[in-house]
Structures are given as structure tokens and as C-alpha cells.
């Protein structure tokens, strides 16, 4: 596990060392690097797997082929025993070295051997190339940049931004789609030239040009009808094989204990594995945590008799750390409870290296409760005929329009006219359309020229209409595979890997295996959510393993009192920052606009609550890498 950084098309080698210097925190037990014509590649290091001999970066045996890794490969002893047998030697005994190996094998087609979390560069001298690869899944992240026929990449952002050809300045519409999701979309950063390599996918340089290729993408839902029994037997094989293959470490490991389902399943696996009592750690906020999931996290921990360790986080904590969850976040990503997986990860590092935890669950197995009003909604479009809902309903609805907020508005919408995608997304949004713009001053509304909601339906619905066929049928399906590929990569992953790595903690993610999460596509949807019950299949996994309380329990979301907090030193703190608004000062948004938000949320806080913390984690991060 570590960091990498590098360039091609030229040769800089301050540069490099200048962006291995400023994402030391991802790898701080080594560094190395490899410079050479129109070449440079940078690693930071954190030892988990050959403590002594796996600096980077590695090559081949004539030293023609060079690799710099950030990831782990858990099917790598297999691959490497057998490159050896096909005559291949090796020089050292960590997983990065079998990359160069099966690129001689192979070709660019060794990433589909792999098996694990990886974001990796790798430079074939010979043919003076560069291959850059992200797992498909998006657990480990990857940036990059090109100016003219320079290319620039790295695990973060911040790497990047140690290049004067890039100035660091806003994408807007990467702007119009956050005040929409809370994070943002496809390939797009907040910061103008500067992309995500998406999951599933390679990029290859050369001569000054990139071409980049899709490899893997979560498989079209089967429509298999085998025994529940048999879902069951076989889903928990493959996650006990999933989560056996991630105790691969020579350092310490632990779980992220919630109380929930997801990790409590992965502790219960991970307890019959190993000998000695498994380290848990446990996040809550105030004294509403102590009561809510710190009890029920205890709870599970006593079960499996693991070494439990728990923190609450008080408000106070925001005015203290937040700016550093944007610094290592990079993008800004309106997200309350990432203050939580920052210090639960500065706790973690006191204990272990290694943490698994429960990420994906919901995704992949149906848990969300927007996919019950989906379908309920889809049922619902079924039943009444469209000229009743067109004729009675919507005529309701856009009479009251004006006395309703947007979200209310739009949703109601949803369910008088035929936009199922549209209801979906916008249960996972914060400002409409008509918000935004209200908003922006002329200048950036003048530059605005899509709609998020279209541009979202676009890039996720019809992909995966195209996937899935029927609209109508597969509606639960669809709605799975565009949380998995937006709100589980750009947001819960994101922050899961720069929020662990900013305290040298590697996070494994044992659920999203990619040969769970294809077994998974198979399952009926009637088996994922089965009536009202969401993760019916999981669950029943989860019979044998969980305590029967955490079993019984209904799903509930992990509660941040952030109105609470708005009602104290996090509204100070928002007043603050909005009274020398760089977002303001930059012509970005109507300072009016923004203290009518204010004014709303002290009488309406339920509604306002997230509008007001995205503007704020985004003023923060204006001034955190604009005014730097």
C-alpha cells in the first residue's frame, strides 16, 4: 500500500521528488524513484506485505520493464508461481514484482489476472511506453493530467498540482454537479485538466497521446433462478474466501466494527480465522453515538470477543480538523461523517496497519431505502394509468409548486409524470436545478450548459440500459448499478482510502471482491430485496454469523446531528468562513442567496441542514487549494 506520482514527456526531477514529498502520508516507511528519458515514476511506501524487500520501483530481469504499484494483489502467490514454472525470475518475494512479469506474459491483458485493489504505472522502455490501470471496482484512486503532450498521474491530486503548467482553478460543471450529489461524476474533478482514470479501465501514453480502454464493468444482472439455498451456501463461500485472502499481512490488522450487517459479517468471518482476538474500532458523535451505534458496535464486539476500542467525535472536532479531511480528500465531497473515518483512522494507527471493513454492502446486495421507494414508485406507475397521472395529479402538484421547497417539488413530480430516474437521483440530491441556479451569479450561470440530473440519467441509466434491457424490469438493477458505479466509488471509496491512507492505515473492502460482486449480479433482485426487506440474501448469510439482535435490527442510516451541530460552533464556523467567502469573492455565488440559506436553515434546519455543510466544504476547499 502506498502512493504514486509520476510523468511523461518530459524530465523533471524536482518535480518528482516535489510530488512524492507531499503525499508522504500515504507511504511513509520508503520512497523511491525512476527517472530516465521522457520518464519519471514516483512511490511512496507503506510496508505491509516483503517488509524488507519490496521497495519500489520494481522491474524485470534486463531492467526493461518498470512498475510503481499502490494496491495489494491477493492472488499473487498463484501468478507468481505460475510465471516461474513459464520461466520467469524473480528478486523479490512482495506482489508488486508479478506486474512486469505478467506484462511480459501478457501484454496490457494482465489486469484481467489480478485480483485485488490496484491503481499501478508501468513504463515497457523498449517501446517507450506507459500503461496506467485502475482496479474495477475504483478502490484505489488514480489522477491524471494532460498539458500538450505532457502527461501527469498520481494517487492524489495535490501530486498533480506540484506541476506550474497546472493551475489549480474550478470545473465548473464539475461545480454544477456537486451542489447537486454531493460529489463528482464520471471522470470529472473540481479541478479544470485534472481527471479521474475511471475503474475498470487502462490508459496507455505514448508518443504524446492517450488512448484509454475499458476492461471490466459490473456484469448485466443474471436472470438465473437456482435454490435460495443455493445463493446463500455459495454467497457465503466466496465471502469467506474474500475475506481469508485479505488477512495477507505481515503487520497488524482490525475491522471497522458498525454494528451493522455488513461488518458484522466480515468479524464474524474474520474471527474463526485467527487465533487471537480481533482488533475492532468503533466511531460515534456525541452522546446521541453512545446510545445509537457505539451500543449497538459494542454490542457485536462482545459477541465475537474481539479487542474492542471506540471514539466520539464532539463538535468541536470540526472547527479543528475539517480542513485537513478536505486537504487529504482533494475533492470536495459534502459528506458529514468523514470527519468520522479521519479520526477513527488516527485511532486505528495506534493498534494496526490493516483495517477491513463493510464498504458496499448496500450496493451490491439492495439497502438503501431508495431502492424501496423506487420500486414502490414504479409500482405505482404501473397501477395508475398516465392520463390519470397526468390529468389529476400533476395538475395538483403544480398548482402547490410555489409553496413547496424544490426537493419536496421535484419529487412529487416523479410520481405524476414518467421520470423514475430522475426520482431516484434526486433522493440522493441537495440542490435542484432552479436552486443552483438562483445561485450563481450571471457569469457562472452564463457557463453552465447541462443539466445535472440529465447528465447523471445519461451517463448511469442508459449505460445501463443498454446492460440490463427492459426499463421496467430491471429497475432495481439499474438503480444498484448506478450507486456501485457513482455514490460507491466517488464518494464512500473515495473517502475511505484518503481519509485511511492519511494516517498510513490500509483499508480492505472484502464485500466488493470482484468475484463476489459478479456472483452477486446473478441473485434475483426478488432475493435482494425480498418484499420490504432489504439485503434479504445477505441476511440470510448473516443467520448463522450475527447476533441475533443485529439480525433483528432494522436498517437505519449512521446518524450525524449535524443540525444539532449547525445550531452551535458549526454555525459559527459556517459564518465565519461565508463572511470572507472566497466563493463569493471569486463570482461564484449571490452573497444574498447564500445568507437567505442561512436565514432558512435557522427556521427550517431539516432542509437546509446539507445545503449549507456542501457550501461550506466547498468554501473550505476553495481556500484550501485555490488560494494556496
Not at 524530465?11 to 511513509?28: A, F, N, Q, T, Y
Not at 481469508?244 to 468471518?269: A, K
Not at 440530473?453 to 451517463?459: S, V
Request: charged residues 25%; aromatic residues 10%; negative net charge.
Amino acid at each position: 500500500m502506498c502512493g504514486i506520482c509520476g510523468f511523461a514527456g518530459f524530465e523533471d526531477e524536482k518535480l518528482l521528488k516535489d510530488m512524492c514529498s507531499v503525499i508522504h502520508h500515504r507511504g511513509p516507511d520508503d520512497n523511491g524513484m525512476f527517472l530516465d528519458s521522457g520518464i519519471g515514476l514516483g512511490h511512496r511506501r507503506l510496508s505491509i506485505i516483503d517488509l524488507e524487500g519490496g521497495h519500489q520501483p520494481v522491474h524485470n530481469e534486463d531492467e526493461t520493464v518498470w512498475v510503481i504499484y499502490n494496491g495489494e494483489i491477493y492472488n499473487f502467490l498463484q501468478l507468481k508461481a505460475d510465471l516461474v514454472s513459464k520461466g520467469h525470475r524473480f528478486y523479490t518475494s512482495s506482489d508488486t514484482e508479478v506486474l512486469v512479469h505478467l506484462y511480459e506474459e501478457y501484454g496490457d491483458k494482465l489486469v484481467h489476472h489480478l485480483r485485488g485493489m490496484f491503481a499501478f504505472a508501468l513504463w515497457d522502455m523498449t517501446k517507450k511506453r506507459l500503461l496506467l490501470a485502475r482496479d474495477r471496482l475504483g478502490i484505489k484512486p488514480l489522477y491524471y493530467s494532460l498539458t500538450g503532450n505532457k502527461l501527469l498521474f498520481a494517487s492524489e491530486i495535490k501530486a498533480l498540482l506540484q506541476c506550474e503548467d497546472i493551475r489549480p482553478s474550478v470545473n465548473v460543471a464539475a461545480l454544477h454537479d456537486y451542489l447537486t450529489f454531493r460529489h463528482n461524476l464520471a471522470d470529472e474533478t473540481m479541478f479544470q485538466g485534472v481527471h479521474k482514470l475511471m475503474p475498470g479501465h487502462t490508459l496507455t501514453y505514448s508518443g504524446g497521446s492517450i488512448f484509454i480502454s475499458q476492461y471490466w464493468d459490473v456484469p448485466a444482472h443474471g436472470n438465473n433462478e437456482f435454490t435460495e439455498d443455493y445463493y446463500v451456501n455459495k454467497l457465503r463461500g466466496l465471502l469467506e474466501e474474500s475475506v481469508r485472502i485479505r488477512l495477507m499481512s505481515e503487520v497488524p490488522l482490525g475491522v471497522y466494527l458498525s454494528g451493522g450487517i455488513d461488518s458484522g459479517i466480515i468479524t464474524g468471518m474474520m474471527s474463526k480465522m485467527v487465533d487471537e482476538p480481533i482488533e475492532t474500532f468503533s466511531v460515534g458523535f456525541g452522546s446521541e453515538g453512545q446510545i445509537g451505534e457505539l451500543s449497538q458496535a459494542q454490542e457485536a464486539a462482545d459477541y465475537f470477543g474481539t479487542n474492542h476500542h471506540e471514539i466520539v467525535v464532539e463538535q468541536g472536532a470540526y472547527a479543528k480538523y475539517l480542513k485537513d479531511v478536505i486537504w487529504h480528500n482533494d475533492e470536495p465531497v459534502a459528506d458529514p461523517s468523514a470527519l468520522a473515518v479521519f479520526l477513527l483512522s488516527k485511532m486505528a494507527k495506534k493498534h494496526v496497519t490493516v483495517v477491513l471493513n463493510g464498504a458496499g454492502g448496500d450496493e451490491i446486495f439492495g439497502g438503501y431505502i431508495s431502492y424501496k421507494v423506487g420500486m414502490l414508485n414504479n409500482r405505482y406507475h404501473r397501477l395508475v394509468p398516465g392520463f390519470v397521472r397526468k390529468g389529476l395529479v400533476a395538475p395538483i402538484v403544480d398548482s402547490i409548486s410555489p409553496h413547496l421547497p424544490s426537493k419536496f417539488y421535484v419529487g412529487m413530480k416523479s410520481a405524476s409524470h414518467e421520470i423514475t430516474e430522475h426520482g431516484f437521483l434526486f433522493s440522493k440530491s441537495v440542490f435542484s436545478e432552479e436552486d443552483k441556479h438562483s445561485l450563481y451569479t450571471g457569469e457562472l450561470d452564463s457557463r453552465i450548459s447541462h443539466d445535472s440530473f440529465n447528465k447523471a440519467t445519461d451517463i448511469l441509466f442508459n449505460n445501463a440500459t443498454e446492460k440490463f434491457g427492459n426499463r421496467q424490469e430491471s429497475l432495481l438493477s439499474r438503480m444498484m448499478y448506478a450507486d456501485t458505479r457513482s455514490y460507491l466509488v466517488d464518494h464512500i471509496l473515495l473517502e475511505t482510502d484518503k481519509l485511511t491512507m492519511s494516517s498510513g492505515i490500509e483499508a480492505r473492502v472484502p464485500i466488493i471482491d470482484h468475484n463476489v460482486v459478479e456472483f452477486a449480479c446473478s441473485i434475483p433482485d426478488s432475493l435482494k430485496l425480498k418484499g420490504m426487506t432489504e439485503k434479504y440474501i445477505l441476511k440470510k448469510v448473516g443467520k448463522d454469523i450475527l447476533p441475533k439482535a443485529t439480525q433483528q435490527r432494522k436498517k437505519r442510516p449512521f446518524r450525524i446531528p449535524i443540525g444539532t451541530w449547525f445550531k452551535g460552533e458549526l454555525m459559527e464556523m459556517a459564518e465565519q468562513a461565508m463572511d470572507d467567502s472566497v466563493i463569493v469573492r471569486e463570482g461564484y455565488f449571490k452573497p444574498e442567496v447564500i445568507q437567505d440559506i442561512m436565514k432558512k436553515h435557522n427556521r427550517s434546519e431539516l432542509l437546509y441542514n446539507h445545503k449549507l455543510y456542501a457550501l461550506l466544504v466547498f468554501e473550505m476547499w476553495s481556500e484550501t487549494f485555490l488560494e494556496r
